[in-house]
């Protein structure tokens, strides 16, 4: 059977064979050349995943930190004001706010 598709060919112009082989040829090609610039997408894509990932990271970890930070401020400098007065203790409220914003 190969023998007779292998006499059938040699009876055709090699024209036409030629062209549809070019042709098919250079369809792959493109098809590779697609598949390698689809690859290098994925693999940037990839690496702007991780940065962002990382950056994220950092920026969480950043804020949880002046969050602590802020926390820690305020806790350290609570002052418990009490008089049986109420003027007494928003006199007092006053001047220990005014000295700790100096």
């Keep these: ?3 007779a598709k292998a006499e059938l060919l040699d009876g055709l112009d090699s024209s036409p064979i030629e062209k549809l082989r070019s042709m098919l040829r ?3 090609l493109r098809r590779v050349d697609g598949a390698r610039a689809a690859g290098q997408l994925l ?3 990839r690496e702007q995943y991780v ?3 990382r ?3 950092r920026v969480n970890a950043e804020r949880s930190r002046e969050n602590q930070r802020r926390e820690g401020h305020s806790r350290g400098n609570a002052v418990l004001v ?3 007065y109420r003027e007494v203790r928003e006199l007092v409220s006053r001047v220990l706010q005014n000295a ?3």
């Design 1 to 3: 059977m190969l023998a």
């Design 26 to 28: 250079a369809q792959m």
């Design 43 to 45: 693999v940037a894509a």
């Design 51 to 53: 940065a962002a990932t």
């Design 55 to 57: 950056l994220l990271s």
């Design 82 to 84: 009490a008089d049986d």
């Design 100 to 102: 700790g914003s100096s």
